[in-house]
């Protein structure tokens, strides 16, 4: 896929200006995604795309680490001598911070944690509008999940059941489930199952 991918934006002929971007792989698990993002970009940029397509529920904090630095959104104001400097804001371009295959990781929620592996495909020029910082490239297709009960495709998770074994329920044995309260759809996100997300 990556070399098909950088084939491809080689050849795009979309609406957009030649802008020297970053070709950028995340993945976690079974889930991964190709997106471009403009060098000019912001830190903050790459997190609010993330957040967008794969891991917003609640608000929660985020941080990406790279080169041994953490940039964390919203950013840490107080230095505490216990775990070292401050974290740095978001608020950095990525032609500053990334460089071709760099590997980094970014961080949602500190509580009940969804951590996603980047890496920096290549630096090239790729079409890509003003308003546009990051855009999404290739993604994987759906996984499909099957039933714990009888094996068809599931539609939901069950929170309370992740501990004692696979989760899965299709839409028939979701009604009758007795955590009828605790199921979450079944997505395509490495967040899937976790706190309240829904895709």
């Not at 976690?28 to 891991?55: E, G, N, Q, T």
């Not at 953490?70 to 401050?86: N, S, V």
């Not at 990781?105 to 495909?121: N, P, R």
């Not at 696979?166 to 199952?193: I, K, Q, W, Y």
């Amino acid at each position: 896929m990556s070399r098909h991918v950088q084939s491809c934006v080689a050849v795009d002929r979309e609406r957009g200006t030649q802008t020297s971007s970053f070709l950028l792989c995340v993945g976690a698990s079974s889930f991964w995604l190709y997106a471009a993002a403009r060098d000019d970009a912001m830190l903050r940029d790459l997190d609010v795309f993330l957040r967008d397509i794969w891991l917003e529920c609640c608000g929660h904090m985020s941080s990406f680490h790279i080169a041994g630095e953490r940039y964390t959104e919203p950013p840490q104001e107080e230095t505490d001598a216990l775990f070292g400097p401050p974290d740095r804001a978001m608020d950095v371009t990525l032609s500053r911070v990334l460089r071709p295959n760099l590997s980094f990781e970014h961080e949602y929620d500190f509580g009940s944690t969804t951590t996603l592996q980047l890496t920096v495909v290549s630096e090239r020029e790729i079409p890509m509008r003003k308003r546009e910082p990051v855009k999404l490239i290739a993604r994987n297709e759906a996984p499909v999940w099957n039933c714990t009960v009888c094996q068809s495709p599931a539609a939901w998770i069950c929170v309370e059941c992740e501990n004692e074994g696979p989760p899965f329920l299709c839409r028939a044995h979701a009604r009758t489930h007795e955590h009828d309260d605790m199921l979450l759809p079944v997505v395509n996100s490495p967040r899937m199952g976790v706190c309240g997300y829904e895709g």
